[in-house]
């Protein structure tokens, strides 16, 4: 039989490269991209000593252009039916002295290039009846208070764009995962300016850890998955107490405290 594909972007390392050594693992071949051709190749040879075919696909998808070619890998390739949404970039900037560089780059990576491929995705799978998206989202995006507004901001879009696909996906045999990892020790802090290792030891978790609870989240059915989190029914009575918000959101008239 026809092995499935996977198609991870941000693979070249992190948390984007231990997916790939897991789902190969599982099965699936794979689809690397990322900006590094070098770190791609090396874990692509890898993947294939392990038994996996493993193409590469070198794209910077801060570019329109590249972010096109993904797309039309995930709508013209119908082996791909898993789709890792990882690629992303962070910063520890002061929130107000964000620089526009840092802004428009982080916007167009982790939102702009995020949206894109996810929908992409969700094209191509909900014709197909079956597939997997996982969203990279962070725990900023419940906690923004603890990182850069920007990213935060980022995070949490992608959490709601996970929300408001879900209905659409599940309804066509699709499934859909919003991962948000607390710390993890990855290079994403060093490129942001930050050394992870100042951190208290016990609120980082390596990356391996953190992608087996993922995929073991997947595996339970988990729509949102916090790798983190001690308790589960707390994620639970917080989406409760969210819902519970719903039919009263929009109404004709104000509330009555505000008459």
Excluded: C
């Amino acid at each position: 039989m026809t092995r499935p594909k996977a198609l991870i972007t941000g693979a070249s390392t992190g948390i984007g490269k231990v997916y790939a050594q897991r789902l190969a693992g599982r099965g699936y071949d794979l689809v690397l991209v990322a900006r590094d051709g070098a770190r791609l190749e090396a874990l692509a040879a890898e993947l294939r000593q392990a038994g996996a075919a493993a193409e590469v696909l070198v794209a910077d998808l801060t570019q329109s252009g590249d972010v096109a070619r993904v797309e039309q890998k995930l709508e013209g390739d119908a082996a791909i039916s898993f789709f890792l949404n990882n690629a992303g970039i962070a910063t520890v900037e002061r929130h107000l002295n964000t620089s526009l560089a840092t802004i428009e780059n982080l916007i167009a990576l982790n939102i702009t290039a995020a949206t894109r491929l996810a929908l992409a995705a969700g094209r191509a799978f909900v014709a197909a009846k079956r597939g997997i998206i996982v969203n990279m989202s962070s725990i900023t995006a419940v906690n923004p208070e603890r990182f850069n507004a920007v990213y935060s901001g980022s995070k949490a879009y992608l959490l709601a764009l996970t929300h408001a696909l879900t209905r659409d996906l599940n309804d066509n045999g699709v499934t859909i995962q919003a991962v948000l990892p607390g710390a993890t020790r990855t290079e994403i802090w060093e490129r942001a300016g930050a050394d992870v290792d100042k951190l208290p030891p016990e609120r980082v978790m390596d990356v391996e850890e953190m992608v087996d609870a993922a995929l073991k989240g997947l595996d339970l059915g988990e729509r949102i998955t916090i790798p983190s989190l001690p308790d589960a029914q707390d994620l639970a009575d917080a989406e409760a107490a969210r819902l519970k918000l719903s039919p009263n959101l929009s109404r004709d008239h104000p509330a009555a405290r505000y008459r």
